[in-house]
């Protein structure tokens, strides 16, 4: 009896081992360092090749098998699963790799240090020096790295240069530092600095420089992602920051900083600041010229010793007064000030205010916060308010008018004078107090109003006078003289 005549066994699938031996072989280039792409670009870039690559070689089994007589050999369950993990995680990584991840991370104020799980980071110094035209300003452009500007001993301009660079290896380390070197021009009046941190491409360059130049050079700073430090200069400054800190001191000239989250600090400036954008903390000392504060400010704000006008323009506080000879500190909820000069205006809502040693006319109009008022020297008063408590103190022997108004609360006074009448919810107070003089008017809904007596402000003491020669003795008068005197 014959045996039976065996199937021929079909061959296994070669999609399999292909697909390994390219992937090997890419992954051995890179190791060696030949080539420098990343895996997961490439992934994101030539992964339907994969699907092309398996579509062939089925195709090609599929004709050897019927040449031999045999069953072609499906897909199966498994292959359909991982052609759809393929098509699924493809479209992802092409989805990602084109997001400008720079910008997110600039948005989210990550560093690149912060995160430096693969590769290294090479550190590079170098030197820029040359002549500096006379009257010339200086613009600086850094991506990436801070900025120090200081005053040079001569002529010229010298920049200290330190760079961090992230790598594989030091080779390509020496590769993307040799592509991002910084850059000096001159064209016409304008000397450029470009730190070049984007010569490189992609790659992590972080470029700190500290700039030595004339004194009295105007300058302009264009920085992202990196702090600025300018002191001693007599030239105007024009700064344009992103997730950075920015400080500038003993500034002769003014002051024009233009922010994207960033924090600033200024002292001692001849000249006005404005600051517009979006902020984090601001720190103001000793500006005699004015102050323009417009923009949004996300943390605090703080003033101090500012000799002229001060204007604050945000989504929620608009406000301006003529001087500030002691302090103002502002954040989300509270606005503290002393020492401030009229006229005063102030239109803000969701904050307690309180104004200590204030001279001249006073407007304010709060909701959903106290206001309290301490008045120095009387002008003209206007204040509203609504769900929240008003209290305001006047000196003791000043002379003014009231007509105060409280619908749902009440109206409490110490100066005796006053009428208060009260009819259904609402609560009025009318008068005037010693000789009258400027007119106190006062809103509230909802809240109480008190009307409180400070203590007399005494005058200032006048300055000593300079010392007086001794007079010469009179001469001695008769003996009967003297005693009717006495």
Same mark, same amino acid.
């Given at each position: 009896?014959?045996?039976?005549?065996?199937?021929?066994?079909?061959?296994?699938?070669?999609?399999?081992?292909?697909?390994?031996?390219?992937?090997?072989?890419?992954?051995?280039?890179?190791?060696?360092?030949?080539?420098?792409?990343?895996?997961?670009?490439?992934?994101?870039?030539?992964?339907?090749?994969?699907?092309?690559?398996?579509?062939?070689?089925?195709?090609?089994?599929?004709?050897?098998?019927?040449?031999?007589?045999?069953?072609?050999?499906?897909?199966?369950?498994?292959?359909?699963?991982?052609?759809?993990?393929?098509?699924?995680?493809?479209?992802?990584?092409?989805?990602?790799?084109?997001?400008?991840?720079?910008?997110?991370?600039?948005?989210?104020?990550?560093?690149?240090?912060?995160?430096?799980?693969?590769?290294?980071?090479?550190?590079?110094?170098?030197?820029?020096?040359?002549?500096?035209?006379?009257?010339?300003?200086?613009?600086?452009?850094?991506?990436?790295?801070?900025?120090?500007?200081?005053?040079?001993?001569?002529?010229?301009?010298?920049?200290?240069?330190?760079?961090?660079?992230?790598?594989?290896?030091?080779?390509?380390?020496?590769?993307?530092?040799?592509?991002?070197?910084?850059?000096?021009?001159?064209?016409?009046?304008?000397?450029?600095?470009?730190?070049?941190?984007?010569?490189?491409?992609?790659?992590?360059?972080?470029?700190?420089?500290?700039?030595?130049?004339?004194?009295?050079?105007?300058?302009?700073?264009?920085?992202?992602?990196?702090?600025? %430090?300018?002191?001693?200069?007599?030239?105007?400054?024009?700064?344009?920051?992103?997730?950075?800190?920015?400080?500038?001191?003993?500034?002769?000239?003014?002051?024009?900083?233009? =922010?994207?989250?960033?924090?600033?600090?200024?002292?001692?400036?001849?000249?006005?600041?404005?600051?517009?954008?979006?902020?984090?903390?601001?720190?103001?000392?000793?500006?005699?010229?004015?102050?323009?504060?417009?923009?949004?400010?996300?943390?605090?704000?703080?003033?101090?010793?500012?000799?002229?006008?001060?204007?604050?323009?945000?989504?929620?506080?608009?406000?301006?007064?003529?001087?500030?000879?002691?302090?103002?500190?502002?954040?989300?909820?509270?606005?503290?000030?002393?020492?401030?000069?009229?006229?005063?205006?102030?239109?803000?809502?969701?904050?307690?205010?309180? =104004?200590?040693?204030?001279?001249?006319?006073?407007?304010?109009?709060?909701?959903?916060?106290?206001?309290?008022?301490?008045?120095?020297?009387?002008? %003209?008063?206007?204040?509203?308010?609504?769900?929240?408590?008003?209290?305001?103190?006047?000196?003791?022997?000043?002379?003014?008018?009231?007509?105060?108004?409280?619908?749902?609360?009440?109206?409490?006074?110490?100066?005796?004078?006053?009428?208060?009448?009260?009819?259904?919810?609402?609560?009025?107070?009318?008068?005037?107090?010693?000789?009258?003089?400027?007119?106190?008017?006062?809103?509230?809904?909802?809240?109480?109003?008190?009307?409180?007596?400070?203590?007399?402000?005494?005058?200032?003491?006048?300055?000593?006078?300079?010392?007086?020669?001794?007079?010469?003795?009179?001469?001695?008068?008769?003996?009967?003289?003297?005693?009717?005197?006495?």
């Amino acid at each position: 009896m014959s045996s039976p005549a065996m199937t021929p066994r079909r061959p296994r699938s070669l999609a399999g081992p292909v697909v390994l031996i390219i992937m090997g072989v890419f992954l051995l280039l890179r190791t060696m360092g030949v080539l420098h792409w990343s895996l997961w670009h490439v992934f994101a870039r030539f992964w339907p090749l994969l699907l092309i690559l398996w579509g062939v070689i089925k195709l090609i089994e599929y004709q050897q098998a019927k040449q031999e007589g045999l069953r072609p050999r499906g897909i199966g369950a498994g292959g359909v699963f991982l052609i759809i993990c393929l098509i699924v995680f493809g479209l992802a990584a092409t989805e990602t790799s084109r997001v400008n991840w720079g910008a997110l991370r600039d948005e989210i104020n990550i560093d690149d240090e912060d995160f430096q799980f693969f590769g290294n980071t090479y550190n590079f110094e170098d030197e820029l020096t040359q002549a500096f035209p006379p009257g010339a300003n200086l613009k600086v452009v850094d991506d990436h790295g801070a900025v120090n500007v200081s005053v040079a001993e001569d002529n010229q301009i010298k920049v200290v240069i330190r760079k961090r660079v992230g790598a594989d290896d030091q080779q390509t380390a020496d590769k993307y530092n040799a592509q991002t070197k910084p850059k000096l021009t001159v064209t016409g009046n304008t000397v450029t600095l470009d730190a070049n941190t984007d010569g490189a491409g992609q790659h992590s360059i972080a470029t700190d420089m500290d700039v030595f130049l004339p004194r009295k050079a105007a300058v302009s700073i264009t920085s992202r992602r990196g702090d600025v %430090n300018v002191n001693e200069r007599d030239g105007n400054l024009d700064i344009s920051n992103r997730k950075g800190q920015v400080a500038i001191e003993d500034i002769n000239g003014n002051a024009a900083l233009n =922010l994207e989250g960033s924090s600033a600090r200024a002292e001692r400036v001849s000249g006005n600041v404005s600051i517009e954008g979006r902020a984090k903390d601001v720190d103001l000392k000793e500006v005699k010229g004015a102050v323009h504060l417009n923009g949004e400010f996300m943390e605090s704000v703080r003033l101090s010793e500012i000799a002229k006008g001060v204007t604050f323009k945000s989504a929620r506080t608009d406000m301006e007064f003529s001087r500030l000879d002691g302090e103002l500190d502002l954040d989300s909820g509270d606005l503290r000030a002393s020492s401030l000069n009229g006229p005063v205006r102030l239109l803000t809502r969701a904050k307690d205010v309180h =104004l200590d040693q204030v001279s001249g006319d006073v407007r304010v109009e709060d909701e959903n916060g106290t206001v309290e008022l301490q008045l120095r020297s009387l002008g %003209n008063v206007q204040i509203q308010n609504r769900r929240g408590d008003v209290q305001i103190t006047l000196p003791a022997k000043a002379g003014f008018q009231v007509d105060a108004r409280s619908r749902g609360g009440d109206i409490e006074s110490d100066f005796g004078e006053l009428k208060i009448d009260k009819a259904n919810d609402q609560v009025i107070a009318t008068g005037t107090v010693a000789s009258g003089g400027p007119r106190l008017v006062i809103t509230n809904e909802h809240g109480t109003i008190e009307i409180r007596k400070g203590a007399a402000v005494a005058a200032a003491p006048p300055a000593p006078a300079p010392p007086k020669a001794p007079k010469a003795l009179p001469a001695p008068k008769a003996k009967a003289v003297e005693e009717t005197e006495n």
